[in-house]
């Protein structure tokens, strides 16, 4: 009797398990549809012969597209990126989806199509939204890989798309939207070192530049900037070269300074390099944590009278201490400057390839090499990132060096063979 029921209740398991397996095949077979749990074997208990069904599937979320899964990136409270950076990405995601479609399944991003991606950022013209605002990327594309005539971009802006990217799937990874990055490794191979994409001014460029009719009189600071004159600029055209010289900030550091970033710390004139305002403005971004700092003003600023200008702008109660300078259609004054400052280089016949303002700050660090100033308080005082590992670790030690210090430091900064003693009368 007792084998009889044991082999009545095997035959009863295989029956239930030929269903159960039949349920999963077919839950598999419908993609729309996922389980809401995963059914567990038959059970069978207490001498009830009654089988356990599996569990009821129901139909699931629709897979996220790319727009969807990019607005959620971008959201991402646990990621802090400064108003530049977020523009940025803001740039490659409309030419993503532009190239990729916006309603494309995230899942349905496969290594070809970031392979089609690639190609056609390759040949995607310069400012195409601009000057071809009429076409898609891939038909602009299309148009700059026909005509040699038209400049494309180059490859570290093509790099740097593939790379904003690339950090979006490896956001959608963490997230589990999709199993793993198909962009990864797709970078166009550097043509021109890392140290040649800029250079330092020349001694005759920064000769030419502050002994142009900005500095020794012009017309009018406006459209007469290169007109010799008798005014004497006392502006943003004066003083943001003068400043990035002897500084080595970045532009749209200077160009955002608030009339209270000067301040005296510890008895040291300083610009208090920062996103925080104690006016309550919130138009200032950094590039990284690294770019919030104090940096000394430089003895040559100091003998040229800037904190009189600094005190002048205080006295009418403006809060940017260059509020010349408009505002850009994103919120940045140095827009306006930069494309000021490229036509200034060429009146000043001091224009030459690879420079731009930019070129300020490679002078800066050059000089400080020349002055054999402490690796540690160059990279404090432009800002620069110290990489990673054990040296950040042990750099968030201690509160970073007196302004003393770095004021000794940014004194040793010079220019051999530049003159400026002429801009002290002014």
């Known amino acids: ?81 400064c108003a530049r950076t977020m523009l940025a990405h803001e740039t490659t995601r409309r030419v993503v989806e532009d190239i990729l479609g916006a309603s494309t399944p995230i899942t349905g991003i496969t290594r070809e199509a970031c392979r089609d991606l690639f190609d056609t950022l390759r040949w995607l013209p310069v ?57 990864k490794g797709l970078q166009l191979a550097e043509t021109v070192h890392a140290q040649d994409r800029r250079r330092p001014l020349s001694l005759q460029q920064l000769q030419r530049i502050f002994t142009a009719p900005v500095y020794t009189g012009c017309k009018d600071e406006q459209g007469g900037y290169a007109v010799p004159g008798p005014a004497i600029a006392a502006g943003a055209r004066y003083w943001i070269a003068l400043v990035g010289l002897l500084s080595g900030a970045r532009l749209n550091e200077i160009c955002q300074l608030d009339v209270a970033d000067i301040r005296h710390i510890e008895g040291v004139a300083c610009f208090a390099i920062t996103e925080d305002s104690l006016v309550g403005t919130r138009d200032k971004s950094l590039k990284n944590k690294a770019s919030a700092r104090i940096v000394p003003i430089h003895p040559i600023l100091l003998q040229l009278n800037f904190l009189d200008f600094v005190e002048k702008k205080r006295r009418m109660g403006v809060l940017k201490l260059f509020d010349d300078l408009p505002l850009g259609a994103k919120g940045f004054r140095s827009v306006a400057y930069s494309r000021w400052f490229s036509r200034f280089l060429i009146s000043a016949s001091a224009s030459a390839p690879l420079t731009c303002f930019h070129s300020f700050r490679h002078g800066f660090r050059d000089a400080a090499r020349n002055a054999r100033i402490d690796r540690d308080i160059v990279l404090r ?19 970073g060096y007196h302004p003393a210090v770095l004021f000794e430091a940014v004194s040793k900064i010079e220019f051999p063979g530049l003159d400026l003693s002429h801009l002290k009368q002014k």
């Open 1 to 81: 009797m007792t084998a009889e029921i044991d082999a009545m209740f095997e035959e009863k398991r295989r029956e239930a398990g030929l269903r159960y397996e039949e349920s999963l095949l077919t839950a598999k077979g419908n993609t729309g549809f996922v389980a809401k749990a995963m059914p567990s074997p038959p059970a069978f208990g207490g001498g009830d012969l009654m089988m356990s069904p599996p569990r009821e599937y129901e139909e699931g979320p629709a897979t996220p597209t790319l727009s969807a899964v990019y607005q959620r990136y971008l959201d991402d409270p646990t990621r802090r990126r």
């Open 127 to 183: 400012n195409f939204s601009k000057i071809y605002s009429d076409l898609c990327a891939r038909d602009a594309a299309a148009m700059g890989k026909s005509d040699p005539q038209i400049r494309t971009i180059n490859p570290t802006n093509l790099n740097a798309y593939m790379a904003r990217f690339s950090s979006l799937l490896n956001w959608a990874v963490a997230e589990e939207y999709i199993g793993r990055n198909p962009s």
């Open 381 to 399: 005082l432009g800002g620069w990132t110290t990489g990673g590992g054990q040296s950040e670790a042990a750099d968030a030690y201690g509160s």
